[in-house]
């Protein structure tokens, strides 16, 4: 069954760092590529960027760029997403998601990561 | 860059259809078929319904459907029922190698 795990949920601090990991399983970890989309609560879903852990080429949406930095360790079959120097206007779900075509589209999720940011 | 244009609701009665509609330009939806739709349940994480403009995973009623003219993508949902009631998203590719989604639209089932 293939299955995307993501971790727990954080209350940070403003100014703080956070890793978020997405531990694949269940299929080639190296062979799909793996993207982060951000719903800020009550808001629709945003395109982060996209790793192929193959080779670790990154593709940054140009709203992230600079913002957040992507990961990937293929010896454990998971993806980071690092977030930097928090806002409060960071705190969101993150969701990890497998792109399955040639297109960017999504077949398997993240149960979705909830970070809070509040001093 | 910006998103994608979607209804902010649509609405409907069990057993009729419903279409969203999802307008982009020529550098994503109109270039590319490469468009497709997300079920998000509250509370949940999103689920592709629609694929490559009308392509439907495996396990995905038939019920839904995709096509495209133009710069404008659409999903209908035939023979509407409760439990289609969620948020949908359009996303598409772009000319500039990056995904962008659409603002979402909440179905109701009256």
């Known amino acids: 069954e293939v299955q995307l795990v993501q971790s727990g949920a954080e209350v940070k601090k403003p100014g703080e760092s956070l890793n978020i990991s997405c531990k694949g399983s269940g299929y080639t970890f190296i062979a799909y590529w793996i993207a982060w989309v951000r719903q800020m609560p009550g808001k629709g879903l945003e395109w982060m960027g996209i790793?192929?852990?193959?080779?670790?080429?990154?593709r940054y949406s140009p709203s992230f760029q600079g913002q957040v930095t992507i990961s990937v360790d293929k010896s454990i079959n998971t993806a980071y997403l690092q977030l930097n120097t928090l806002k409060a206007s960071d705190t969101a779900i993150y969701y990890c998601a497998r792109r399955f075509t040639a297109g960017y589209d999504f077949d398997y999720w993240g149960q979705g990561t909830l970070v809070t940011v509040s001093s | 860059q910006s998103a994608l244009t979607q209804p902010a609701s649509v609405s409907g009665s069990p057993g009729q259809s419903i279409t969203i509609s999802c307008t982009g330009t020529s550098s994503d939806v109109g270039g590319y078929n490469f468009v497709s739709w997300y079920q998000q349940h509250p509370g949940k994480a999103p689920k592709v319904m629609i694929y490559d403009v009308n392509n439907r995973p495996s396990g995905v009623s038939n019920r839904f459907s995709g096509s495209k003219s133009g710069n404008t993508a659409s999903l209908t949902i035939s023979g509407l029922r409760a439990e289609d009631e969620a948020d949908y998203y359009c996303s598409s590719y772009t000319r500039s190698d990056t995904l962008v989604f659409g603002g979402g639209t909440k179905v109701s089932v009256l």
């Open positions: 790793i192929y852990p193959t080779d670790s080429h990154i």
